[in-house]
T-cell receptor, first 113, second 113 residues
Framework: DAGITQSPRHKVTETGTPVTLRCHQTENHRYMYWYRQDPGHGLRLIHYSYGVKDTDKGEVSDGYSVSRSKTEDFLLTLESATSSQTSVYFC????????????FGDGTRLSIL | QQQVKQSPQSLIVQKGGISIINCAYENTAFDYFPWYQQFPGKGPALLIAIRPDVSEKKEGRFTISFNKSAKQFSLHIMDSQPGDSATYFCAASDQTGANNLFFGTGTRLTVIP
């Protein structure tokens, strides 16, 4: 496994509460990504980072924010969780340059009641 | 709107048979087409990838066939084994941005002994 650790692995919370998911890498890769995985949708990109403090929106960014204060950590925050954000969240990393593979963590299963 | 369409949604194959999963895309800017394999409770893992300058790529029992004019690509698993039972995702990306991937909706493969 690429050195990617996601925490927590499971979380149950209530609607309206803030939630932060953490992705930690030991590979020193420049790019980091957050995806959500839902049945019938595959994986969809939420936000990505192309360097420390450099982030951009993905396909489904509404309701999510991210931060990257150091190379190894990429945080995903749900400011006020909603039931529609119940999902499995995956972090990925890659090197810059065309066609570089993305390597995924094992995910965080988030349930919002 | 799904940028990469994948079929079938599920597939059951006898041990030793050939598993075939198909994907199609519209965006002609896509130039990198990876396939990911995912086991329950794990993140997707890169299986094999192809660029549009070749029509076929083979790695062991796994082959990608690519038809640029039809904007279609497929994964063939020869001599399918029970250990191949997993969910498979096709994906595509272009050279812009941070190699962002657009995923198909996934195919759950079951190989019967």
């Amino acid at each position: 496994d690429a050195g990617i650790t996601q925490s927590p692995r499971h979380k149950v919370t209530e609607t309206g509460t803030p939630v932060t998911l953490r992705c930690h890498q030991t590979e020193n890769h420049r790019y980091m990504y957050w995806y959500r995985q839902d049945p019938g949708h595959g994986l969809r990109l939420i936000h990505y980072s192309y360097g420390v403090k450099d982030t951009d929106k993905g396909e489904v960014s509404d309701g999510y924010s991210v931060s990257r204060s150091k190379t190894e950590d990429f945080l995903l925050t749900l400011e006020s969780a909603t039931s529609s954000q119940t999902s499995v969240y995956f972090c990925a990393i890659s090197e810059p340059g065309g066609n570089q593979p993305q390597h995924f963590g094992d995910g965080t299963r988030l349930s919002i009641l | 709107q799904q940028q990469v369409k994948q079929s079938p949604q599920s597939l059951i194959v006898q041990k030793g048979g050939i598993s075939i999963i198909n994907c199609a895309y519209e965006n002609t800017a896509f130039d990198y087409f990876p396939w990911y394999q995912q086991f329950p409770g794990k993140g997707p893992a890169l299986l094999i990838a192809i660029r549009p300058d070749v029509s076929e790529k083979k790695e062991g029992r796994f082959t990608i066939s690519f038809n640029k004019s039809a904007k279609q690509f497929s994964l063939h698993i020869m001599d399918s084994q029970p250990g191949d039972s997993a969910t498979y995702f096709c994906a595509a990306s272009d050279q812009t941005g941070a190699n962002n991937l657009f995923f198909g909706t996934g195919t759950r493969l079951t190989v019967i002994p």
